[in-house]
């Protein structure tokens, strides 16, 4: 039917261009998955740029990941594990046919986590670095004990900024969906045939978290917390 | 709708006018809110000949420049920013989406049997961040453009160009999402939509050809992506990872860079070749020969695509070992190309070939890419590349595969679709002219540009020693019956819409599912889903074509 | 490839039958993730010198795992999820792969072989 062919409002959920929704659910989760897929390479590019300059200077690399704090790293990591959990379980009751205030419950507390990383990250560690004069382009100060190995701190302090920046940028984009989801939960459109929003967010939400799980080390704890 | 006692109709075509997707709703917001298919490819293809016509503006203005050896225009920073203009219009603006969102949007879902692609409104998402980019592009270039180049090399545009640099990369890095949006869609749509009956090995090879097109938006993208919004960093914070200051590596950009831009290439030349395949075997009505041959060769250039891109980078500092191991490989990625070209061969071979103006586009390709192609494995040669690098024989080799080949199968594309598209049939007797005058205007634009590369003529310079002014004015007298030549089909297929014949389902009597729907489809493509029991380009069972053959 | 036949018409409330994953399961990873965590925070105290990277890199390859498989459910989707993560990895390797080959051989020195050089004039000694 041409009522099809503009933008409208489809309370039922079913899309038209699919034969059943099965199809339209493997549809969405495919799509999630190659954009996933996309997301892999985007963020991808930064490690490759990364790891040919940590090959290339080593101890410099080393310096700065010794200016993060890895008590705030660490925390972060376990609050955004947490929020995957409660993501999970948030999508899981959808399936299981529980009542939205469950399904809302879930959700809202997967957002608090990741508002928790966002605080921890931006009030504690960039205000500290902001402090320190160690985000670079905004006042960026040598220390005389880098000596040397000066410009390439700042290169490490570049990448930690641009990598941990993009990836928060990610997680409030997340939190801005969760906030959809809640309102379209809130208005009862989720059943345990019909939640595929929340899965693909899910999917969304738990790459966020992977993305964390490789910077994590990579930042932080490269080149070893022990004495040197 | 024009009455139609005073237009022709075509043998086959209804005698009444019918529903269809131009006709179903009227309006701006009916078409700016669509979420059908076929009006979102005919969206793009206006933003996209827009482009066209301000990258060939720059063309013009940097061939009219070269007909003197000091110069005849433009001052040499403007016509840095000439070349640099051209060169991003073209590429990012104008030849990525060219095939894939415009043919490629309108005939997915008709050629497999769906009803749509699989996320409608990101379809019509992408188009509007397409042009929103293009938007930006255009404002960038109203404002002084970049003189850059359109490979954007670090530390020059990071750091010291005086051009918009963050806006113009800005563009691209926006393009780049409605290219992802894009390729998300058709993977997508292609694996899980296909009516009863598609089997992979059933389906028409454009298909594959835009599934690998597809592979390649979807790898290579991200990546273009990222390392734009770094350049773009850099240029706001005057400091970021390829600033040399901090030990940056201005090869690292270009390694980042050329990752997306060599598959770019095969993305401008991927969907090309399926339109082909599509040509040759309606105009020969011949099945394809090696069917399969064609479909994996089409998978193994997106793959092996990947794994090429330091022939750009050959004479830039890189390490020889490295130079070694990509010369091979580009040797390698001609191989799956070749086999293609031989297949088209022979399916030409003792078929029933006619000479419409789709056709003629189709043979002019298999020339022009060949003669483009074995053009580059000179280059992916490390020896001759030294000399060859930077010259005119590198300008002469890209736009043979890209004007010879991917604009030609473009023009031979909208040809040949034009009837199922607009339900019109467009003048052949033009459409041949036109196509022969592109022929002609074309390689002596580009023929001339090989000898002046191998004669040692840099590239992107606005000057040149006075004994290479022959082969410039030659080349810039080329340019302008190019130019003619690509006017002609405008005009003819415009008055088409209104005077052209009525078409029927089946003009030419080709074999796929998108012929056997009314001209012009209804919005929902099919009355009934098709069930598929045969195999593709089963000519014998072809029905004979409505209008005579040439 | 799936769906070797397209998708077979079935009307729009045909049933979605999914694996329901327990809340055990769904915990018992979580508490893995933790544990493996406070691991590679401790670890990185531990002197291994060079291997210290690689430590960490394993741990948090074991942890993305644990996420893809369970929380993402690709353990209970068979086919092109698994596919479509494997590729975009294996190209972001690519990436990688190559522009270390360039970054990591650029101040390699070429130094043929002393009998290296022989080889050209041998061989156009023994034919002609």
Redesign the interface.
């Known amino acids: ?2 009522e ?4 409208h409002d489809n309370p039922t959920g079913f ?5 059943d929704l099965e ?1 339209q659910r ?2 969405g989760r ?2 999630m998955w ?2 996933l ?10 490690f ?2 990364y790891t ?2 940590r090959s ?2 080593p101890m410099a690399f080393d310096i700065g990941s010794h200016l993060l704090d890895v008590r705030f790293g660490a925390t972060n990591t376990a609050v955004l594990i947490c929020s995957s959990l409660t993501m999970a379980l948030a999508i899981r009751s959808a399936q299981t046919g529980k009542k939205k205030g469950t399904i809302i419950w879930w959700l809202v507390l997967t957002m608090l986590l990741g508002a928790t990383f966002l605080f921890l990250k931006f009030r504690f560690e960039w205000y500290h670095d902001y402090i320190e004069h160690t985000i ?2 905004f006042g ?1 100060h040598n220390l005389p004990q880098w000596g040397a190995n000066a ?2 701190v ?2 490490f302090m ?2 930690y900024f ?1 990598m941990t920046g ?1 990836h928060a940028l990610h997680m409030i984009v997340g939190i801005g969906v969760l906030a959809v989801l809640t309102g379209m939960a809130g208005r009862g459109k989720f059943t345990s045939q019909y939640f595929a929003p929340l899965e693909i967010s899910g999917l969304y939400w738990h790459f966020v978290d992977i993305i964390w799980i490789f910077l994590f080390p990579l930042l932080y704890l490269a080149g070893g917390r022990y004495p040197h | 709708m024009s009455t139609t006692a005073t237009i022709d109709h075509a043998p086959g075509a209804p005698a009444e006018p019918q ?1 269809n ?1 131009l006709n ?2 009227y309006g701006v ?2 078409w700016l ?4 298919h076929k ?1 979102i490819g005919l969206l793009y293809l206006g933003t996209i000949t827009v482009m066209f016509v301000v990258g060939g503006i720059a063309a013009t203005m940097m061939r009219l420049n070269l007909l003197e050896p000091q110069g005849a225009l433009v001052e040499p920073e403007t016509y840095n920013k000439l070349f640099s203009t051209h060169g991003i219009v073209m590429v990012f603006f104008f030849l990525v989406p060219s095939i894939p969102a415009t043919l490629g949007n309108f005939l997915i ?1 008709l050629m ?10 990101l379809n ?1 998402l992408s188009w509007y961040i397409f042009a929103t980019a293009c938007c930006l592009m255009l404002y960038v270039v109203a404002t002084g453009g970049v003189d850059t180049g359109w490979t954007f090399y670090t530390p020059y545009s990071s750091l010291h160009s005086h051009t918009d640099v963050f806006l113009a990369a800005m563009a691209v890095f926006i393009g780049g999402f409605s290219s ?1 949006l894009t ?3 058709f ?3 292609i ?10 090995f059933r389906l028409p090879l454009f298909i594959w050809a835009m599934y690998a097109t597809s592979l390649i938006f ?6 273009i ?3 734009m ?2 350049l773009m ?1 850099e240029r ?6 390829f ?1 040399p ?5 201005p ?2 950009f270009q ?2 860079f050329w ?1 997306y831009s060599h598959p770019a290439v095969y993305i401008m030349i991927l969907p090309s070749m399926g339109v082909i395949s599509e040509l040759i075997t309606a105009f020969s009505r011949k099945k394809i020969f090696g069917y399969s041959f064609i479909a994996f060769s089409s998978l193994a250039i997106a793959v092996i695509s ?2 090429v ?2 022939h750009h ?1 050959f004479v830039s ?6 130079g070694l ?2 010369s091979v490989l580009s040797f390698l990625v001609a191989i799956p190309s070749a086999v293609k070209v031989f297949n088209w061969t022979a399916t030409l071979y003792k078929g029933s070939i006619s000479y419409e103006a789709p056709m003629l586009y189709a043979l002019g390709f298999i020339g022009l890419f060949t003669i483009g192609g074995l053009t580059g494995l000179f280059l992916a040669s490390l020896a001759t590349d030294v000399h060859l690098n930077g010259t005119y024989f590198i300008v002469a080799h890209f736009h043979y595969i890209m004007v010879g080949g991917a604009v030609m199968a473009l023009m031979g594309g909208l040809h040949f679709w034009w009837p199922k598209i607009t339900g019109r049939l467009y003048p052949d007797l033009w459409a041949r002219f036109a196509a022969l005058v592109i022929f002609i205007g074309f390689n002596l634009t580009f023929f001339p540009q090989f000898i002046l590369g191998y004669l040692g003529m840099p590239r992107r310079y606005a000057m040149y020693p006075a004994e290479f002014q022959a082969l410039n004015v030659l080349s810039s007298a080329g340019a302008s019956v190019l130019a003619v030549g690509y006017v002609i089909p405008v005009i003819y297929l415009i008055w088409s819409l209104r005077n052209g014949p009525i078409a029927g389902p089946n003009p030419w009597g080709a074999k796929g599912l998108e012929w056997t729907t009314q001209s012009p489809p ?3 493509n099919f009355v009934k ?1 098709p069930i ?1 029991t045969e195999e593709a380009y089963n000519y014998e069972t072809a029905p004979e074509p409505e209008v005579a053959r040439v | ?9 079935s009307h729009a409330t045909h049933e979605v039958h999914e694996h329901i994953v327990p809340v055990s399961t769904y915990v018992t990873i979580f508490v893995s993730l933790l544990i493996l965590t406070a691991l590679t925070t401790g670890m990185a105290w531990v002197d291994m010198g060079r291997w210290n990277l690689v430590v960490a890199l394993v741990i948090a390859v074991c942890k993305a795992l644990l996420v893809v498989l369970f929380f993402m459910h690709v353990k209970y989707n068979k086919g ?1 999820s698994r596919i479509a993560l494997v ?2 990895v294996f ?1 972001l390797g ?2 990688i792969t ?2 270390l ?3 990591l ?2 101040h ?1 020195e ?1 130094n043929p072989l002393p009998w290296a050089g022989a080889i050209l004039p041998m061989f156009r000694h023994l034919i002609f």
């Open positions: 039917m041409s099809a062919a503009t933008v899309s038209h261009q699919f034969e199809q493997e549809a495919l799509g190659v954009f897929a996309t997301e892999v390479l985007f963020f991808g590019g930064m490759a740029a040919v300059y290339l200077h670079p382009g960026f410009p390439q700042q290169m570049c990448f641009f993009l | 529903i997707y179903a709703r917001r009916s809110l669509t979420l059908d009006r879902p497999i049997g769906a009803r749509d692609v699989a996320f409608p409104k019509l992802i390729g998300m869609n993977v997508v749509t694996h899980k939509m296909r009516a009863p009956g598609m089997t992979w979807v790898l290579a993208t991200p990546v992506a990222v390392t919004f770094l960093l706001v914070l005057h400091v970021g990872i600033d200051a901090l030990g940056g590596d090869l690292l390694h980042m990752f990947f794994l891109w330091g980078m500092g890189q390490s020889v070992y490295a191991v990509f209804l919005t929902e889903t598929v | 490839m799936s769906d070797s036949t397209g998708h077979h018409a092109l590729a975009a190209w690519l990436l190559f522009t080959s360039d970054e051989t650029r390699w070429i």
